[in-house]
């Protein structure tokens, strides 16, 4: 039986509805500015891991079952909106990596689960990793924001914001375009969240060599 409109827009928002609630189960009571710093590292660790999980599974779903390898074919040619040379000294360079990459991805990821809804809610449960990713980077960005409060003075500038410039091609009627498009956004997400991981591991090994550029 083929749904109206209504009906399926109605699905598609009880869809988004229960994805969030089970995000909600998983969720600690603690709020960040009462945990300790080790448990804050512990709490970044979880939610950077499972984010970048979740980002390479949806990137494997993309470039093996829907893009025909366009994912794969135009891997060379991305070129991600924030890349930059970050010279690391101390702990706290790190923590400003950490939370300049978070707060820069907040508005596309924002952008995406609508559009996700649009394109790809449908298939394999997409539109539930999409609300997964962007709470995860949530989380390490207000931890990150925590414990970089907790290291230097007061008032961190959040002046990190990349120009978005192919985030239009999300909301594209043509297919191949809305894929691409899709393709090199979590392409992006899988570098950065892999990077954050990275940093955080050597923060909790008290190394400030800077090991996670590619």
């Known amino acids: 039986m083929q749904l109206s409109l209504t009906q399926a827009s109605t699905w598609k928002g009880l869809l988004l509805l229960v994805s969030c609630i089970i995000l909600w189960i998983y969720v600690t009571p603690t709020p960040h500015d009462q945990m300790s710093n080790e448990e804050l590292y512990d709490n970044l660790l979880y939610w950077s891991h499972r984010t ?9 779903i993309l470039d093996s079952n829907l893009t025909e390898r366009i994912c794969f074919k135009n891997k060379k040619n991305n070129t991600c909106q924030t890349t930059s040379t970050h010279t690391i000294k101390n702990n706290e360079d790190l923590l400003k990596f950490i939370f300049n990459i978070s707060n820069a991805w907040i508005y596309p990821l924002k952008i995406l689960v609508p559009a996700v809804l649009t394109h790809l809610d449908s298939y394999d ?11 995860g980077n949530k989380q390490v960005l207000e931890g990150a924001k925590i414990l970089l409060s907790r290291i230097q003075q007061p008032g961190i500038e959040e002046n990190y914001y990349p120009n978005w410039i192919d985030l239009k091609e999300l909301r594209s009627s043509r297919e191949r375009t809305h ?19 990275c940093y955080l591991r050597a923060l909790r090994n008290g190394t400030t060599k800077n090991k996670c550029q590619e």
Do not use: H, P, Q, S
């Open 179 to 197: 894929l691409r498009a899709f393709c090199k956004l979590f392409y992006c997400l899988r570098k950065d969240t892999k990077k954050i991981v």
């Open 125 to 135: 449960g997409m539109l539930g990793r999409a609300v997964e990713i962007n709470y």
């Open 52 to 60: 970048l999980r979740v980002a390479r599974k949806v990137y494997k």
